[in-house]
T-cell receptor, first 112, second 114 residues
Framework: NAGVTQTPKFQVLKTGQSMTLQCAQDMNHNSMYWYRQDPGMGLRLIYYSASEGTTDKGEVPNGYNVSRLNKREFSLRLESAAPSQTSVYFC???????????FGDGTRLSIL | EDKVVQSPLSLVVHEGDTVTLNCSYEVTNFRSLLWYKQEKKAPTFLFMLTSSGIEKKSGRLSSILDKKELFSILNITATQTGDSAVYLCAVEAISSGSARQLTFGSGTQLTVLP
């Protein structure tokens, strides 16, 4: 069972470069989420998609864009990377019943 | 603004000890409280709590929610080195857009020494 798959696992960028993080789930879940996790902090919500065709801002959306390409895939784009965006990024999904979110293994992103 | 506070931030114990991790919250439109265990990679789900006073149990782990006092505890008995991890508490609430969102605490780093 693949669950939630994120690519790439690691990436190093220079300031100003652009990058798209990919996320795909095979559980037929309606809702998908992007979080970032910084040292000593919990996960903070960047964007989410409650269903195919909809996206909404979370707690920390500045500097990011998202696309819900279809029900399976939800991508996160950094148009002009900044060192403050160095973080570990997690994608998650859930269905619309009273079930927990399932997380991918994360993408470790460093911006120099 | 929704807030979730976990304590302690870190804890070091020896194998066989019992630990209690705390989570307090202030959220509007509360739906549930979740506990996750995070080792090197993805947070893995432990418990989802929606009702006060009903203990959820899985092996040596148990958790309970108090919706009046707005807190939850996670107990781990007879700890093992494999329990070493960050334990995350998250509260699920309904956002203004009717979607369910999680707000996470900063986690408790548990280290179990042999």
């Amino acid at each position: 069972n693949a669950g939630v798959t994120q690519t790439p696992k690691f990436q190093v960028l220079k300031t100003g470069q652009s990058m798209t993080l990919q996320c795909a789930q095979d559980m037929n879940h309606n809702s998908m989420y992007w979080y970032r996790q910084d040292p000593g902090m919990g996960l903070r919500l960047i964007y989410y998609s409650a269903s195919e065709g909809t996206t909404d801002k979370g707690e920390v959306p500045n500097g990011y864009n998202v696309s819900r390409l279809n029900k399976r895939e939800f991508s996160l784009r950094l148009e002009s990377a900044a060192p403050s965006q160095t973080s570990v990024y997690f994608c998650a999904s859930r269905d619309n019943r009273n079930q927990p979110q399932h997380f991918g293994d994360g993408t470790r992103l460093s911006i120099l | 603004e929704d807030k979730v506070v976990q304590s302690p931030l870190s804890l070091v114990v020896h194998e066989g000890d019992t630990v209690t991790l705390n989570c307090s919250y202030e959220v509007t439109n509360f739906r549930s409280l979740l506990w996750y265990k995070q080792e090197k990679k993805a947070p893995t789900f432990l418990f989802m709590l929606t009702s006060s006073g009903i203990e959820k149990k899985s092996g040596r782990l148990s958790s309970i929610l108090d919706k009046k006092e707005l807190f939850s505890i996670l107990n781990i008995t007879a700890t093992q080195t494999g329990d070493s991890a960050v334990y995350l508490c998250a509260v699920e609430a309904i956002s203004s857009g009717s979607a369910r969102q999680l707000t996470f605490g900063s986690g408790t780093q548990l280290t179990v020494l042999p």
